[in-house]
């Protein structure tokens, strides 16, 4: 089947602490790799993708590669600010084509001053 | 609009009353999703139209769910005779259907009490 495995949160984290939030998946096929973030009281929206082995997303910062071989996309960024405070959702999309997302539970990211 | 619209934001239900959920895409979005997004979890996929056509209602969790899109536009998402176990936050994200557009955009969801 279809499953994203995200490390559980919250995480806690001072003003530009290095940021690690771990995401591994179990996919059929060559699936697309997603992380979205749900700042409060907002839509989900899309932060990063990578559709095939080895590529990197990045985006604000924020970067994560697609390994294949450790079926893994950790998010990653070097020096947090406070407003990276949100949820973060890992997901996958079988394929690349439209279709649904495969989500992980969210890790909920708090950044101090 | 800007962006994508659901309504009504907070609504509670007694159990057993049928509710309806409703959903504006951005316009000329053809894709629209539902997702379920139950307390502390990630969206779980309920359902896709492709303009008015329905092409995967897999994840719908009982026949009491139904969705509809009948002008390839705004959406209605209905639980009838609701349950405690449908309280949840029901996102609507759509979509332009074009390779390289694929970027789904998400409504603030319609958070569901069923007391």
């Known amino acids: 089947g279809n499953s994203v495995t995200q490390m559980e949160g919250p995480v806690t984290l001072s003003e530009e602490a290095f940021l690690t939030i771990n995401c591994t998946y179990t996919?059929?096929?060559?699936?697309?790799l997603f992380w979205y973030v749900q700042y409060p009281g907002e839509g989900l929206q899309l932060l990063l993708k990578?559709?095939?082995?080895?590529d990197k997303g990045s985006n604000k910062g924020f970067e994560a590669t697609y390994r294949k071989e450790t079926t893994s996309f950790h998010l990653e960024k070097g020096s947090v600010q406070v407003s990276d405070s949100a949820v973060y959702f890992c997901?996958?999309?079988?394929?690349?084509?439209?279709?649904?997302?495969?989500f992980g539970r969210g890790t909920q990211l708090t950044v101090w001053p | 609009g800007a962006g994508v619209s659901q309504s009504p934001r907070y609504k509670v239900a007694k159990r057993g009353q049928d509710v309806a959920l409703r959903c504006d895409p951005i316009?000329?979005?053809?894709?629209l999703f539902w997702y379920q997004q139950a307390l502390g979890q990630g969206p779980e996929f309920l359902t896709y139209?492709?303009?008015?056509?329905?092409?995967?209602k897999s994840g719908l969790p009982s026949d009491r769910f139904f969705a509809e899109r009948p002008e390839g536009s705004v959406s209605t998402l209905k639980i009838q005779r609701t349950q405690q176990e449908d309280s949840a936050v029901y996102l609507c994200?759509?979509?332009?259907?074009?390779?390289?557009?694929?970027?789904?955009?998400f409504g603030s969801g319609t958070q569901l009490s069923v007391l």
């Open positions: 994200a759509s979509s332009l259907d074009r390779v390289g557009e694929e970027k789904l955009f």
């Open positions: 990578a559709t095939k082995a080895d």
């Open positions: 139209f492709q303009n008015e056509a329905q092409l995967d």
């Open positions: 996919a059929t096929g060559y699936p697309s």
């Open positions: 316009s000329g979005h053809v894709s």
């Open positions: 997901a996958l999309r079988r394929g690349s084509t439209l279709g649904r997302l495969y």
